[in-house]
DNA sequence: CGAGCTTAACTTGTTGCCAAGTCAGGTTTA
DNA sequence: TAAACCTGACTTGGCAACAAGTTAAGCTCG
């Protein structure tokens, strides 16, 4: 029988908490973006901490986006990235609803080709093995913040124009109206939160600690037939994620 | 007009990639459970980095809960967790869904008692400044691991018996069907993800990168009267995250 | 007296080296 | 001959010292 305090025997260690109070003076609104946060020897002190230690705790800050450092001059707040209302089972495409709420979408197109052989994809589209399925990858920017990276998979044989248009998909949604598929909604989406790769955060923009929120999902049509499947990483800072019941 | 390639002079450091060519390995299944893993010296000498470099990608797995240190004989990949199905647009309460997956759950009231005057909370209630409102705190233990921390806030006015047996709460749902409300739903969930603070590590037995998914509710019955105001902490390594659509 | 230069005091960035811990093989002892 | 001890080679952990960059105050020069 467990009880509340053995738990803490479980913890392999236990840190100081640098890192809590400087957060904890960034929400509280003690700076405001571009303020200077104080230097590594001045907490070092403080504290009566080894400045390595503070260091650390600046650096995941730093890596979580939320601060910038310049060599000589000091550490930064940064601005607060604005975020966009999302709402995760709604069925409103990604452009939509970005017009909807009035912000400045651009979308770039950065792959656009037939696949080699994928066991888990092919079968989710129940494609055969020597079957052509597309990758469409699209990077989605809004403001000029890069805020998304859509990647979709289809079978060439559902949409035999991809082969002449893929390039200039910036909207799986709307390529799939245009083709003639109506009544389009997502099946179920499995939702799961990473960090970005070193690729991911040169596409996103993004410091290495900035947590993604993955969503993966079939979209169907009006006959229940399996379209795309999709997997959608969106950085989980530009966006206020709702659930409606 | 932003071009693709504008995009990366955004960026402030380019880290190099050692961090990912860790993960890679331990997603492509290179290592099980429990193995160990290539020292600090011995991959300096292979990318012909600095021995600090991957120390600090080793920290950063570390801190995300993936592997365990131990000084002198080196670092070991830690099992992965088992997840939960957890259906985030569902109206099971959290200790209904654990008793449908056959999970061991333990439930410890962790908090019980009245809050003083908070501007955020006593407005989402529709409470005076001078009334009772009930915070309740409880962690979640799935299979002998913590995994979320459930926060509420009532009225005292409204289930008066709480000043009573505020201890004894064990689960808010069960807790209002108890004093009689009936046809219990969420209005609207809003989503974020953060990193854990030193005490919520403490909680759940995490490390302090590991993200955790924070869900903010009301909760309101069958007359659309908010009951609850919520606020559900979950490890997000601990769950399988489905969205019904 | 203003502009330019210098320098000390500060800032973050990097790294070599020492500390602490592990373990296997070799040596010593009973 | 088996157990205990020692030691070198390895591991991660910690940090002081040096490197690189910034800036403001003081000094010098025209």
Do not use: W
């Amino acid at each position: 029988m467990m009880t509340f305090s053995s738990f803490f025997i479980r913890i392999n260690s236990m840190k100081d908490p640098i890192l809590d109070v400087i957060v904890s003076d960034i929400i509280q609104g003690l700076y405001k973006p571009g303020d200077k946060l104080p230097s590594e020897n001045f907490l070092a002190e403080k504290y009566s901490t080894p400045r390595i230690k503070i260091r650390k705790a600046y650096e995941i800050l730093e890596d979580m986006g939320y601060i910038y450092s310049r060599q000589g001059k000091g550490r930064f707040l940064r601005p607060k990235h604005s975020k966009m209302e999302l709402v995760i089972n709604g069925n409103e495409s990604f452009t939509q609803k970005a017009r909807t709420q009035g912000l400045d979408l651009k979308t770039i197109n950065i792959i656009s080709q037939k696949i080699e052989y994928n066991n888990k994809i092919f079968k989710v589209l129940n494609a055969e093995k020597n079957e052509d399925v597309y990758h469409i990858k699209l990077l989605r920017i809004i403001n000029k913040n890069p805020v998304a990276i859509h990647s979709s998979f289809i079978k060439g044989r559902l949409v035999p124009e991809i082969g002449v248009v893929k390039e200039k998909i910036l909207s799986m949604y709307d390529f799939l109206k245009k083709s003639g598929f109506s009544k389009l909604e997502s099946e179920k989406t499995i939702m799961s939160v990473t960090l970005p790769t070193l690729h991911e955060q040169e596409l996103l923009c993004c410091s290495p600690l900035v947590p993604l929120i993955l969503f993966e999902s079939k979209t169907i049509d009006g006959q229940k037939q399996i379209l795309l499947y999709s997997k959608i990483l969106y950085r989980s800072d530009s966006f206020q994620y709702v659930i409606n019941h």
